[in-house]
């Protein structure tokens, strides 16, 4: 019987889960792909943290393989919240792929005005190194940025790098240095998930890259210490052991930023706690503004 791959049905989450499928057909495992909506997908008008945060995106899947539906689940590791329903694992954690921001434009970049995006964090950094440009709300696939962007209605758009390269895209722009613009907890990396026991063996021997799964926990750790879901504005990168991390107001006004070098998981800890107590007034004021409970 064929392994049954979850996905969302955005041509950037098949792209993710073909490749995974790709690569266990290489080793001899057959599979079959299985389109799941998610609340994610289809409350594209509001804001994320309204109606649940990161985890809407994945909650649909996670359900699917508890009930049996599905074996496994592909999911871009940065929409997967810190709390796991029992039970299941991230059995697989594929090598990253670029960990950046890109900010796709046609105009002058010292003519942007306008940017599109919806994420606290991306607004916040933009706003901190370029406080003249207006941020406005913008929910959607890739392809619906990108259109919304190519017909005027922002100057540019803010994208992951790593889904334009799965998608195959190539659009004019700038990269987001991490270093500078330190991304989403585990942007770029590509996880799957699935219940404990034999699938999760399967998937674990033949698709997980220990070194990749190292930087990610790493940064994963730090999201937990910290808290503040999706809805504070913060960055955490962590590439061959060196951590930066970062904590910003809302509108960009005040950063907390730390790093660190060779930074194991036991580090991380700590690291994580530090920066949270340190700026614990930027996350208050986050769920403040935003309405919501800590």
Known sequence: MPLRIGTRGSALARAQADRVISLLGDEGVECVRVVIATEGDTATGVPLHEIGGQGVFVRALDDAILRGEIDAAVHSMKDIPAKRPEGLVTS??????????YLV?????????????SSTRRTAQLLLHHPDWKIEPLRGN??????????????????????LQRLGLSVPGTRLCPEMYPPSPNQGTIAVVSRQGEPAT???????????????????????????????????????????????SLDGNIRVRRDATHCSTEDAQSFGAMLRKDAR??????????????
């Open 142 to 163: 890739v392809d619906t940025r990108l259109r919304k962007q190519k017909e005027g209605l922002y100057d540019a758009v803010v994208l992951a790098e790593a889904g």
């Open 105 to 117: 434009h046609t105009r002058q970049f010292l003519k942007i005005r306008t940017v599109g995006t």
């Open 281 to 294: 007034g930027l996350i208050h004021e986050a769920y403040m503004k935003l309405g919501l409970k800590e």
């Open 202 to 248: 399967l998937l674990s021997s033949t698709l997980d890259h220990p070194a990749t799964r190292r930087d990610v926990t790493c940064e994963r750790v730090v999201m937990e210490k910290v808290g503040g879901g999706c809805f504070t504005p913060q960055g955490v990168y962590c590439r061959n052991g060196h951590l930066i991390a970062e904590i910003l």
């Open 92 to 101: 697989a954690i594929l090598p990253r792929d670029s960990p950046a921001d």
